[in-house]
T-cell receptor, first 118, second 114 residues
Framework: AQTVTQSQPEMSVQEAETVTLSCTYD???????LFWYKQPPSRQMILVIR??????QNATENRFSVNFQKAAKSFSLKISDSQLGDAAMYFC???????????????FGQGTILTVHP | DTEVTQTPKHLVMGMTNKKSLKCEQH?????MYWYKQKAKKPPELMFV???????INESVPSRFSPECPNSSLLNLHLHALQPEDSALYLC?????????????FGSGTRLTVV
């Protein structure tokens, strides 16, 4: 079974600084999808960024970027120019390829609570 | 419309009650999901519907009964729940079951069983 590990239960950053959240995963598949989701106190899970495993280029979305190391099975999220609105719980998630018994299952890490200090 | 709408936002029910949670999306997504989330924990998958058919049931107790009446609507019927079933119930949808373009989540129903 696939597992996703976030080793940092909590992180903090000063406003306008940069912070990196770590994520590692375990899979025997070669083609899959990885996501970072943000869940603020409002409860809604918001998609921050996605990465396709067969693409070597790291995904970027404005101030958010990832460092995807496929061989190391590592998928870290970098938030640049942190803002107060970035404060939330961040989940790393893995989506398996089409086919197989896990098809359609999104596996989450345990989450990292990010605090942004003004 | 790029939203998944869940109702009600909050629900308090007794252990002998029957209630239903509703989830609706109008993005043309063909896969819909129910997740259960305890405080400060990741969401746990309960059910997956693909093209209105139940594809995955993660060994969920029968007191939770999902229903997908059409491609836009997903219900979760609740009966004889236990206090430990109190949690945030999240609905999500994706274009296809694989979700390679991402999953869109609703804001959830906060359920309290008394």
């Amino acid at each position: 079974a696939q597992t996703v590990t976030q080793s940092q239960p909590e992180m903090s950053v000063q406003e306008a600084e940069t912070v990196t959240l770590s994520c590692t995963y375990d899979t025997s598949e070669s083609d899959y999808y990885l996501f970072w989701y943000k869940q603020p106190p409002s409860r809604q899970m918001i998609l921050v960024i996605r990465q396709e495993a067969y693409k070597q280029q790291n995904a970027t979305e404005n101030r958010f970027s990832v460092n995807f190391q496929k061989a190391a099975k590592s998928f870290s999220l970098k938030i640049s120019d942190s803002q107060l609105g970035d404060a939330a719980m961040y989940f790393c998630a893995y989506s398996p390829p089409r086919g197989g018994t896990s098809y359609g299952k999104l596996t989450f890490g345990q989450g990292t609570i990010l605090t942004v200090h003004p | 419309d790029t939203e998944v709408t869940q109702t009600p936002k909050h629900l308090v029910m007794g252990m002998t009650n029957k209630k239903s949670l509703k989830c609706e999306q109008h993005m043309g997504h063909r896969a819909m999901y129910w997740y259960k989330q305890k405080a400060k924990k990741p969401p746990e998958l309960m059910f997956v519907y693909s093209y209105e058919k139940l594809s995955i049931n993660e060994s969920v107790p029968s007191r939770f009964s999902p229903e997908c009446p059409n491609s836009s609507l997903l219900n979760l019927h609740l009966h004889a729940l236990q206090p430990e079933d109190s949690a945030l119930y999240l609905c999500a949808s994706s274009q296809e079951r694989q979700g390679n373009y991402g999953y869109t989540f609703g804001s959830g129903t906060r359920l309290t069983v008394v």
